[in-house]
């Protein structure tokens, strides 16, 4: 027992951080914090800024003239923004849940040595990380061979699996699961599906909260899929349709002098800059919040799906 504490003693002291480097690693994170941060708040800070001091003085941390008039902009239309938020929702939830079982069994498959397709799965999996085939056959196939065009499914289908979200499930499956594990199970008789589901997924949390958080991340972010697939605006994302409510005030701005006069009155007073930042509050404001949540998972997964094989 003193031999165990002597060592437990030298190693705690080859650990130690001396003072002055721990107050200079506080320091550097305390401003990398400020620096990843600063610019959110500044988002906010211009959200309530009345756009007659944006024009006037320009964009301000601390504003000449607080408004909610951004936010007013957006409850005006608080209807579509309610049903958007709807469609946003349930594409994030549903395409990250079938995500994460399609991209955690197809790396678990190709992590399994006895698998004997896995060079050539691995191959299959890893050149579309290098090459694709753009966006005219990505299109062709969810547009007319699928034919998903104004189906919530083309919102989902599309994002649901990546090549790199694959690797690092197989490198995770591969360096976390033995071998041992799996065959004492089956020899005990379960089958393949039973081991993966009740063996190996309740003990891979960190994979599993991983590629959940990337692909909530592309589920909410996206509004690209909208503007190629979706036509009916009953069913826009969230994204989708504050990027065109945006467009449609620049258009309203810019055209103002050939339009009539309510019309022209109206974009004069519609604000631009304080509701173009009130947006980006609404669609940043659910991730940052689901974010912590998964923060702990996420660097373990990371970490341990980080080397590539």
Sequence with gaps: MKDVANVQSGLDRHNRIKPFTNILFNLVFIILGIIAVFP??????????????????????????????GYRFLYQQSDMILRALGISLFVTGVGTVL?????????????????????????????????????????????NLLHLKDSIWALILPLAVSSFNVIICKTFFRSTIPDALVESAKIDGASQLRIFLRIVLPISLPVLATIGLFLSFSYWNDWFQSMLYIDNQNMYSLQALLNKIMGQADYLAKNASSLGVSIAEAAAKMPKE?????ITVLIVLPIACAYPFFQKYYTSGLTIGAVKE
């Design 274 to 278: 304080s509701a173009r930042m009130a």
């Design 99 to 143: 995500g994460v079982m399609l991209t955690t069994s197809m790396g678990y498959v190709m992590s399994r040595p006895q698998f004997r397709l896995k060079k050539f799965v691995t191959w299959l999996v890893f050149i579309p990380m290098i090459f694709n085939g753009g966006l005219v056959s990505s299109y062709f196939v969810t547009a």
């Design 40 to 69: 959110v708040l500044f988002v906010v800070m211009i959200s309530l800024t009345a756009e007659s001091s944006i024009q006037e003085h320009g964009y301000q941390i601390i504003p000449a003239a607080f408004s909610l008039d």
